[in-house]
């Protein structure tokens, strides 16, 4: 049974389950309940009587499944059924396969004619019976109403089911009581429903089975489970009236046979010399099939060969699939091995960076403090004029160092956005390997698919030779293609390490040039609260001159007092304090006029001045009053 529909392969499931029901098993799920060949064992068991070999009673893995099941092939080949199903077909659930396996078990173990020997029954059947039962040689519409399965019984078991009481529309009700008495009172299964019969869509095999369980005339009748009691009087005049009229008709019939049998004799002689004839012939015809058979053979070696060859360039496509798959599934390792490496490696270069940025800081502000120190001094001892050119140069380094930092910055940005496209990047391509893998696997399927073609269909080489190529050049093509994004991937990883150790260098050069900016802003700031305070300073000295210039014109009038007194030296001392005067003055009109640079200078030489003038005048008084008589004069 090659191509069976659903409701044929309930009948065959149902025969399975009639032998079984011996061991109170049953098929639920069909194929599922084979696939561990336990159930297969028990129906040799249940058919058969005899006991199976060992087996695994209780199967987990395929490898037990597919003993079972083997096992169970075995038995039934020994017991003469022609089994050509694998065992790993009914394992991995091969439905077509598996109800032609038991068809096979079908045919050997339950008498199975042919369609015309059935027809051929069924005629005789009708023609036994005297019923107006029309057999038009189609199984599924001759018992679709339920007419002729009545005749079958009551030509077994007379008046068992009256014709009169069917209906003439309600074929499932007539198929019910019928096939109900069957299977009360013959003992034969429902391997068909009813309503499938009455639907007319069951196939011709299904049928014959289910018919194959009526006795044939010359077969002992099965006896009936219940006795019925004797008939009454009138049942019986009516039924010998019945018999009497059927032997008329039966005699009628026999003298019409009689005649046509004369003529059927004449008839036969001339097909005998035509089947002489036509056997002639079929020897002729059979030679010339033994020739073609011959061919056919040596074809079908040569399909062979060209079969084991594909098979063979099949498992090297799919070891090579496999083998890719394994580097793959390594890549994706290695590049995850790779990422933490790396990640790793930046982390100890950021600190170790942090560690020389933190002396380098260290080293360059102490560097600046003696520098500045030592600028300020310079620039205490050249004057205020080199303080402002010193402290424009500042504000010219800070803002070249700002212009740096500008710069640095937008070189991160462009690095960044660098980076952030090739991880985009990378992305991608890892996205693409996980379809290629997917791919693969979608491609494994279908070698696996191939492999279960080339065990069941083994004529059609070519075109599986085609489809193997096809599935070659798509293998080769994706492990091409990853190997081109795994160069791309290796290329770009050594980009996007020269790219990160740019932007390393980029945010050193940075940070440096932030700090050179924030240094010279504080040593701009400090230049100019030095400057401010050597303003401070000289404001404070100019005070202290003009306080001392006080000073000296009380002196200048102490001594014109002292003059007065002494007439001899007064004249000297006029001249004196008149050049003084002019000293004095003289130097107010330069102090006026002179510049910050010549103020300094100036200012610590009239600070000698001073300080001389001081000591002459101590001395002149000194010598005045040993001079004075001690007297009131």
Same mark, same amino acid.
């Given at each position: 049974?090659?191509?069976?529909?659903?409701?044929?392969?309930?009948?065959?499931?149902?025969?399975?389950?009639?032998?079984?029901?011996?061991?109170?098993?049953?098929?639920?799920?069909?194929?599922?309940?084979?696939?561990?060949?336990?159930?297969?064992?028990?129906?040799? +068991?249940?058919?058969?009587?005899?006991?199976?070999?060992?087996?695994?009673?209780?199967?987990?893995?395929?490898?037990? /499944?597919?003993?079972?099941?083997?096992?169970?092939?075995?038995?039934? /080949?020994?017991? @003469?059924?022609?089994?050509?199903?694998?065992?790993?077909?009914?394992?991995?659930?091969?439905?077509?396969?598996?109800?032609?396996?038991? &068809?096979?078990?079908?045919?050997?173990?339950?008498?199975?004619?042919?369609?015309?020997?059935?027809?051929?029954?069924?005629?005789?059947?009708?023609?036994?019976? @005297?019923?107006?039962?029309?057999?038009? @040689?189609?199984?599924?519409?001759?018992?679709?109403?339920?007419? $002729?399965?009545?005749?079958?019984?009551?030509?077994?078991?007379?008046?068992?089911?009256?014709?009169?009481?069917?209906?003439?529309?309600?074929?499932?009700?007539?198929?019910?009581?019928?096939?109900?008495?069957?299977?009360?009172?013959?003992?034969?299964?429902?391997?068909?429903?009813?309503?499938? !019969?009455?639907?007319?869509?069951?196939?011709?095999?299904?049928?014959?089975?289910?018919?194959?369980?009526?006795?044939?005339?010359?077969?002992?009748?099965?006896?009936?489970?219940?006795?019925?009691?004797?008939?009454?009087?009138?049942?019986?005049?009516?039924? $010998?009236?019945?018999?009497?009229?059927?032997?008329?008709?039966?005699?009628?019939?026999?003298?019409?046979?009689?005649?046509?049998?004369?003529?059927?004799?004449?008839?036969?002689?001339?097909?005998?010399?035509?089947?002489?004839?036509?056997?002639?012939?079929?020897? !002729?015809?059979?030679?010339?099939?033994?020739?073609?058979?011959?061919?056919?053979?040596?074809?079908?070696?040569?399909?062979?060969?060209?079969?084991?060859?594909?098979?063979?360039?099949?498992?090297?496509?799919?070891?090579?699939?496999?083998?890719?798959?394994?580097?793959?599934?390594?890549?994706?390792?290695?590049?995850?091995?790779?990422?933490?490496?790396?990640?790793?490696?930046?982390?100890?270069?950021?600190?170790? &960076?942090?560690?020389?940025?933190?002396?380098?800081?260290?080293?360059?502000?102490?560097?600046?403090?003696?520098?500045?120190?030592?600028?300020?001094?310079?620039?205490?001892?050249?004057?205020?004029?080199?303080?402002?050119?010193?402290?424009?140069?500042?504000?010219?380094?800070?803002?070249?160092?700002?212009?740096?930092?500008?710069?640095?910055?937008?070189?991160?940005?462009?690095?960044?956005?660098?980076?952030?496209?090739?991880?985009?990047?990378?992305? /991608?391509?890892?996205?693409?390997?996980?379809?290629?893998?997917?791919?693969?696997?979608?491609?494994?399927?279908?070698?696996?698919?191939?492999?279960?073609?080339?065990?069941?269909?083994?004529?059609?080489?070519?075109? $599986?030779?085609?489809?193997?190529?096809?599935?070659?050049?798509?293998?080769?093509?994706?492990?091409?293609?990853?190997?081109?994004?795994?160069?791309?991937?290796?290329?770009?990883?050594?980009?996007?390490? +020269?790219?990160?150790?740019?932007?390393?260098?980029?945010?050193?050069?940075?940070?440096?040039?932030?700090?050179?900016?924030?240094?010279?802003?504080? =040593?701009?700031?400090?230049?100019?609260?030095?400057?401010?305070?050597?303003? =401070?300073?000289?404001?404070?000295?100019?005070?202290?001159?003009?306080?001392?210039?006080?000073?000296?014109?009380?002196?200048?009038?102490?001594?014109?007092?002292?003059?007065?007194?002494?007439?001899?030296?007064?004249?000297?001392?006029?001249? =004196?304090?008149?050049?003084? #005067?002019?000293?004095? #003055?003289?130097?107010?009109?330069?102090?006026?006029?002179?510049?910050?640079?010549?103020?300094?200078?100036?200012?610590?030489?009239?600070?000698?001045?001073?300080?001389?003038?001081?000591? &002459?005048?101590?001395?002149?008084?000194?010598? =005045?009053?040993?001079?004075?008589?001690?007297?009131?004069?």
């Amino acid at each position: 049974m090659t191509q069976a529909n659903h409701s044929g392969s309930n009948t065959l499931v149902r025969w399975v389950n009639s032998h079984l029901m011996k061991k109170q098993l049953k098929i639920e799920k069909f194929p599922e309940d084979l696939e561990n060949g336990v159930l297969l064992v028990q129906l040799y +068991e249940c058919i058969t009587g005899k006991p199976a070999k060992k087996y695994s009673q209780n199967p987990k893995t395929e490898f037990q /499944k597919l003993e079972n099941v083997q096992v169970a092939m075995d038995l039934f /080949k020994e017991d @003469g059924v022609k089994v050509d199903t694998a065992s790993d077909v009914v394992v991995k659930g091969n439905t077509k396969l598996i109800l032609g396996l038991i &068809w096979s078990l079908i045919c050997r173990y339950q008498s199975i004619a042919s369609s015309a020997s059935t027809l051929e029954f069924l005629r005789d059947e009708a023609k036994f019976s @005297g019923q107006k039962v029309e057999v038009t @040689g189609k199984l599924k519409t001759d018992l679709q109403s339920g007419f $002729l399965l009545a005749v079958l019984i009551n030509n077994r078991y007379p008046d068992a089911i009256k014709l009169e009481d069917l209906s003439e529309t309600d074929h499932v009700a007539n198929l019910q009581m019928v096939m109900d008495f069957a299977e009360k009172e013959m003992k034969i299964p429902k391997l068909v429903l009813p309503e499938e !019969i009455a639907s007319g869509t069951l196939e011709d095999q299904a049928l014959i089975t289910y018919l194959s369980y009526f006795p044939k005339k010359d077969e002992p009748k099965t006896p009936r489970s219940t006795p019925r009691g004797p008939p009454p009087v009138d049942d019986q005049i009516t039924k $010998l009236q019945s018999e009497i009229q059927a032997l008329k008709s039966e005699l009628a019939t026999h003298r019409s046979n009689e005649e046509a049998m004369a003529k059927d004799r004449d008839a036969a002689s001339e097909k005998l010399a035509t089947c002489e004839q036509q056997s002639s012939d079929f020897k !002729i015809q059979l030679e010339n099939f033994k020739n073609q058979l011959e061919s056919s053979q040596v074809q079908l070696e040569n399909s062979q060969k060209d079969h084991d060859a594909s098979k063979s360039e099949l498992q090297v496509a799919l070891d090579k699939l496999r083998k890719s798959e394994e580097n793959s599934t390594r890549t994706k390792s290695q590049l995850e091995k790779e990422n933490l490496q790396l990640e790793n490696s930046r982390k100890e270069a950021e600190q170790e &960076w942090e560690i020389e940025r933190q002396d380098y800081e260290r080293e360059i502000s102490e560097l600046r403090e003696k520098l500045d120190a030592a600028m300020l001094e310079s620039a205490g001892e050249e004057g205020g004029p080199n303080m402002d050119a010193l402290i424009q140069n500042m504000e010219a380094q800070m803002e070249a160092q700002k212009q740096k930092v500008l710069e640095l910055e937008q070189s991160k940005m462009k690095l960044q956005q660098e980076l952030e496209e090739t991880r985009q990047l990378f992305e /991608k391509e890892q996205q693409r390997l996980s379809d290629l893998a997917t791919q693969k696997e979608k491609f494994q399927v279908e070698i696996e698919n191939l492999q279960s073609r080339l065990v069941e269909e083994k004529s059609e080489s070519s075109e $599986l030779k085609e489809m193997l190529f096809k599935l070659k050049v798509q293998v080769e093509q994706s492990s091409k293609e990853e190997e081109e994004i795994m160069t791309r991937r290796d290329a770009r990883e050594s980009n996007l390490k +020269e790219v990160q150790k740019k932007l390393k260098e980029v945010l050193k050069e940075k940070e440096k040039a932030e700090k050179a900016a924030r240094d010279a802003e504080e =040593r701009v700031a400090k230049a100019k609260k030095a400057k401010e305070e050597e303003v =401070r300073k000289m404001k404070q000295k100019l005070q202290d001159e003009n306080k001392g210039k006080v000073e000296k014109d009380e002196e200048i009038k102490k001594l014109k007092s002292e003059l007065v007194r002494s007439p001899f030296q007064l004249e000297n001392q006029v001249e =004196r304090i008149f050049n003084l #005067k002019i000293v004095l #003055k003289n130097q107010v009109e330069n102090f006026r006029t002179c510049s910050r640079s010549d103020l300094l200078k100036r200012t610590m030489k009239n600070e000698k001045f001073r300080k001389s003038m001081k000591n &002459w005048l101590r001395v002149k008084m000194l010598k =005045r009053k040993n001079l004075e008589p001690k007297s009131g004069n």
